[in-house]
């Protein structure tokens, strides 16, 4: 078919799965089945890029994972059949495969060899999770003393470092994967954690940021580094815990939400707000906004004016970093990064209070703390709101850890993470022992519930009752 009719065979699909209102029945799934198709016949277009060809071949594998899921979901709570309805997205998930390994110039056979292990990493990432539940469950209750709490709340991070620990493994491991499948990288570089993760903040149901940083800022190099987060993405994708609106589906509108699958494991998304993985933002017609594969100082330029006007976020996220696979090239890149990282928040602006100059640092984690109490003001005393459902992540956890990250920002702490940076600030005088550690319990509450409600429902799911 050309273009055009790809292009209203998928409009026409999307209107039938939005008639089918969320229905968890065979007819429902194959039309998502056949979405895949369209989108996966949509990836030999004229004029894509390999980076907009693969990013089809992704989604349609991720449609894939969601007919399995539902088929999982509809076998489970109906009398409908889906066991001949299962064979077909297996056997379209190893046509994408081919597919994209094809693209890659990988080896079909030694491919498919590797990503059999993804069954291995999806067993050590149920053991990280029993692990954490094995850990709150064993957690002994809190008698309501400052001593005792704090000493509670001391376990919540160490269990939380643990998962980071574990976390951190689990994707080197499949990025060592990844990269003996494409050959060795044509520079030194580092893969780098950011967000939670960076934060030693992670549950084994977060999303994944990262970037890349790379000796040299060569196309042919960037090349290379493209292919292998698109092939690390398959491989999590292969985990079936990411949620189809996290892969940019335009024709799923925003009237769709993805209920079926059990949200997870899975890279950051390509939403507008997101995107904090190596390729970055592009535009549809595969114009780069901005990618997170370059050298330390180009990645350091983010912290710029120009940036935080328009990504705050992204600044934001780019000032934690956690280096995720190993070597010295790597670590003195990762070192590198964060001396010019402080150069830029360390540069001089103009305040417009006063005449006296503000270092960047300090402007910035002001301007954040006033909005994110604004955006992030908790209403749980509020009394309209008995017996309503808070945001876990949202109104409770996210307002702490915001604050402690400006507070961190401002002085520019010797920490990693919110609890780092809180010892910091007491063994520096900022902060009183009562206030390290009232501000200590109340960062752990929060963390503690996120990791109580997802490792309970096997998910990400913030919702709170009370």
Not at 19 to 44: H, M, Q, R, V, Y
Not at 181 to 204: N, V
Not at 384 to 392: M, V
Request: include cysteine; charged fraction near 30%; proline fraction near 3%.
């Amino acid at each position: 078919m050309n273009d055009k009719k790809w292009d209203e065979a998928e409009q026409l699909c999307a209107e039938k799965i939005k008639s089918l209102a969320g229905a968890k029945n065979p007819a429902t799934a194959n039309a998502f089945l056949l979405l895949a198709e369209i989108i996966f016949g949509k990836s030999d277009q004229s004029g894509l890029g390999l980076v907009e060809k693969n990013g089809k071949i992704l989604i349609a594998k991720a449609l894939c994972y969601y007919v399995l899921n539902l088929c999982k979901l509809g076998a489970s709570t109906s009398n409908e059949d889906f066991s001949e309805l299962e064979r077909k997205p297996i056997e379209t998930i190893k046509s994408l495969q081919d597919a994209l390994f094809f693209s890659m110039d990988i080896d079909v056979v030694e491919g498919h060899k590797v990503f059999d292990k993804v069954k291995k990493h999806q067993a050590y990432l149920q053991e990280i999770r029993n692990s954490l539940r094995e850990g709150l469950q064993s957690m002994p209750s809190i008698n309501h003393d400052d001593l005792n709490e704090y000493e509670h709340y001391q376990k919540i991070q160490e269990l939380y470092k643990v998962v980071a620990e574990s976390l951190l493994k689990l994707v080197s491991e499949m990025l060592d994967d990844c990269v003996n499948l494409l050959g060795q990288s044509p520079c030194h570089y580092a893969a780098i954690a950011l967000g939670s993760l960076a934060r030693l903040e992670a549950t084994p149901f977060s999303d994944f940021e990262w970037a890349i940083l790379v000796e040299k800022s060569d196309e042919e190099h960037k090349i290379y580094f493209r292919k292998l987060t698109q092939l690390l993405h398959s491989m999590v994708i292969s985990f079936g815990e990411t949620i189809l609106p996290s892969m940019g589906i335009d024709c799923l509108g925003k009237w769709f939400h993805d209920d079926v699958t059990p949200r997870g494991f899975a890279f950051d998304g390509a939403l507008p707000q997101a995107c904090k993985t190596p390729l970055g933002k592009r535009e549809k017609d595969g114009t780069i906004v901005y990618e997170l594969i370059d050298v330390p100082e180009e990645i350091s330029k983010f912290q710029r004016l120009e940036w935080l006007q328009v990504n705050p976020q992204l600044a934001c996220v780019l000032r934690t970093v956690l280096v995720i696979n190993g070597g010295d090239k790597s670590l003195k890149l990762v070192r590198d990064y964060k001396l010019r990282l402080n150069e830029e928040l360390d540069r001089l602006v103009a305040n417009e209070e006063d005449s006296s100059p503000k270092k960047m640092r300090k402007a910035v984690a002001l301007l954040e703390l006033a909005r994110d109490f604004d955006v992030f003001n908790p209403r749980l005393g509020n009394e309209d709101q008995a017996g309503k459902f808070f945001d876990i992540k949202k109104e409770i956890y996210r307002l702490m850890d915001r604050l402690v990250a400006s507070v961190s920002l401002y002085f520019n702490a010797c920490a990693q993470s919110a609890w780092e940076c809180l010892l910091w600030l007491h063994k520096e005088n900022f902060l009183s022992e009562k206030g390290m550690r009232n501000l200590f319990v109340a960062v752990s509450i929060g963390a503690e519930l996120r990791a109580r409600a997802y490792t309970e429902r096997g998910r990400q799911d913030d919702y709170l009752d009370c």
